[in-house]
Nanobody, 126 residues
C-alpha cells in the first residue's frame, strides 16, 4: 500500500512563492513517475506538472511553465513543487499522485495515476 501526504500549502499574496512537498510511505515510489494536479472550486481537476521516475524529464502545463518547478528526492521518497510568481488563478487544492506503470513516462491525464494524496490548499490573494 502506498500513502502520499502533501504539505506546504497556505495563503500567499500574488507574486509570492510556496513550496509543496509530497511524502510517500509504504512501498517506495522511486521507480514511478509522479505528478501534481490541482482542482479549483467549481472546476475540473487539471494537470500541473510531472516528472519521470529518476527526475530526468519534467513536464508542465502551459499555465505554470516557467513559474513552477517539480523535483524529487528518491532517497527521501519526496516530490516537491516549487511555485513562484503565484497568481490568483493558481488558487486550488493541490494533490500529488503516483503513476500506474513501472518506470513509464508520465502522462497528463489523471487516469494514469493510481495513488493520490489528500491534497493541500493553496490560496493566492490579490
Amino acid at each position: 500500500q502506498v500513502q502520499l501526504a502533501e504539505s506546504g500549502g497556505g495563503l500567499v499574496q500574488a507574486g509570492g512563492s510556496l513550496r509543496l512537498a509530497c511524502a510517500g510511505s509504504g512501498r517506495t515510489f522511486s521507480d514511478y513517475a509522479m505528478a501534481w494536479f490541482r482542482q479549483a472550486p467549481g472546476k475540473e481537476r487539471e494537470f500541473v506538472a510531472a516528472l519521470t521516475w529518476n527526475g530526468g524529464s519534467t513536464y508542465y502545463a502551459a499555465s505554470v511553465k516557467s513559474r513552477f518547478t517539480i523535483s524529487r528526492d528518491n532517497a527521501k521518497n519526496t516530490v516537491y513543487l516549487q511555485m513562484n510568481s503565484l497568481k490568483v488563478e493558481d488558487t486550488a487544492v493541490y494533490s500529488c499522485a503516483r503513476s500506474i506503470g513501472y518506470r513509464v513516462s508520465p502522462i497528463t491525464s489523471a487516469r494514469g495515476y493510481e495513488y493520490w494524496g489528500q491534497g493541500t490548499q493553496v490560496t493566492v490573494s490579490s
